[in-house]
Structures are given as C-alpha cells and as structure tokens.
C-alpha cells in the first residue's frame, strides 16, 4: 500500500464547479498535512496546510480526518486556471528526529469552457 | 521571502558525463535541504536530506557514490549527478523548510527544479 494515495484523475469539470479531492496516508504517526499544487513542468507548490477543524482559503475548503487517516480539498467555483495536479502531502517525523515530506501521486484537474 | 533558487533549470547531457546542480536558499538560511525526482506522471520521490555541515542522508535505492550532495554552507547545497546516463534523466527538485524551528504545519519552499536529459 502506498503511504499516501491519491485518485490520479484526469477530473473534466465545467468551469464554475465545485469539485472534490480525497487522499488517504497510511502511517498514522504524520504529523502535518498539506495540499501542494503542481503546473505542468513546474515545481510544487504550497496551497493550503490542513488542520484537523478544517480550513477555508478563498474558494479551497481543506479537511483532515485522523481517525480515519483521511484529506480532502474542495474546489469551489472553479476557474480555468485551476487546472492544475493537486498534490497531498503529509510530514512524519523520523525516529531519531528530523521531518519527511511523502508526496501522493497527484489528482489533476482540468477546468473546461 | 522564502525564496529558493535552483539552477540549471534545465541541462542535456552525454552519457558517461557528470551535472552539478545547485540549491540556493535566497533569503533564509537552511541547515536542511531536501532533494527529489519525479518521473513523468509519478510523484516527486524523496532523494536525500542534505545537512549543512554533515553527511548527507539516502533513501534506500539511491546511491550515494551517483548522487553527491555538498551542503557546504547554510544557503546553498549541490546535487552532482556522476557518470549520467539516459535512465537518470529526470525532473530534480530542492526544497528546504524556510525557518529553523518552524513548527510542523509551516510548509516547505521548492526550488523551480531541473529537468535533465541525458542523450
């Protein structure tokens, strides 16, 4: 089992949509929990961190689930610059110290006329 | 600010040659530096943690005597990839956290990556 899973999509919405992506990570020990966007041939980007109350950010909406070890990213009124992969990513700490970063595969998204 | 600047951002090569590649924090000193690759459609993959001042850390799979890292100061680490060859062309990002002692949730910087082809 991969330690953070992602649907890879494509997902083809409309533009002005409301779309959804989940994530699930298998070591229950992460600490911290992001959503990173990611351009064609670009770098990643950092989106929104993800904290268990929820957090809203303009039109991105993050949920964190511990107990079922579970993320989401709600995407409201999609705009065509959306288009995007949208990365989960989730930081565990080492034994003997120090932060890991896991990256799931990626949800891409493409936001149509 | 947390700027971090990788170059080349892009680079082909021979085979059998060797590429250096540098990460440079712009604005923040980083005594932890991350490297990664990403394959087309793949997900970025954890290289190493490279460490100011110390040896760096692999993950299982990458060797050490390919892939060297220096991070010789707290802004700036290198990536040389030895004797290339066209397996390892890829898209090699840096990243390092932009504060010492910054708490678990702060997000990390990335450099614009390197896309390498080895011909």
């Known amino acids: 089992r991969k330690e953070v899973e992602q649907d890879p999509g494509p997902f083809n919405v409309p533009e002005g949509a409301t779309v959804a992506f989940n994530c699930t990570y298998s070591n229950s020990a992460s600490q911290s929990f992001f959503w990173y966007r990611q351009d064609c041939r670009k770098e990643p980007k950092l989106l929104m961190s993800v904290y268990s109350s929820g957090n809203e950010d303009g039109r991105f909406t993050a949920q964190l689930n511990r107990a079922s070890q579970y993320i989401s990213l709600l995407i409201r009124d999609s705009k065509l610059s959306d288009s995007a992969t949208y990365l989960c990513?989730?930081?565990?700490?080492?034994?003997?110290?120090?932060?890991?970063?896991?990256f799931g595969t990626g949800t891409q998204l493409k936001v149509e006329l | 600010g947390a700027v971090v600047s990788q170059h080349p951002s892009w680079v082909i090569c021979k085979s059998g040659t060797s590429v250096k590649i540098e990460c440079r924090s712009l604005d923040f000193q980083a005594t932890t530096m991350f490297w990664y690759r990403q394959f087309p459609k793949q997900s970025l993959m954890l290289m190493a943690t490279?460490?100011?001042?110390?040896?760096?850390?692999?993950e299982q799979g990458v060797e050490k005597d390919k892939f060297l890292i220096n991070h010789a100061s707290l802004t700036l680490s290198t990536l040389t990839v030895t004797s290339a060859h066209p397996e390892d062309s890829s898209f090699y990002i840096c990243?390092?956290?932009?504060?010492?002692?910054?708490?678990?949730?702060?997000?990390?910087?990335f450099g614009s990556g390197t896309r390498l082809t080895v011909v």
């Open positions: 990513v989730v930081n565990s700490i080492l034994t003997g110290g120090g932060n890991k970063l896991t």
């Open positions: 490279s460490n100011e001042g110390s040896k760096a850390t692999y």
């Open positions: 990243s390092a956290r932009p504060l010492r002692g910054a708490p678990t949730n702060y997000g990390y910087t």
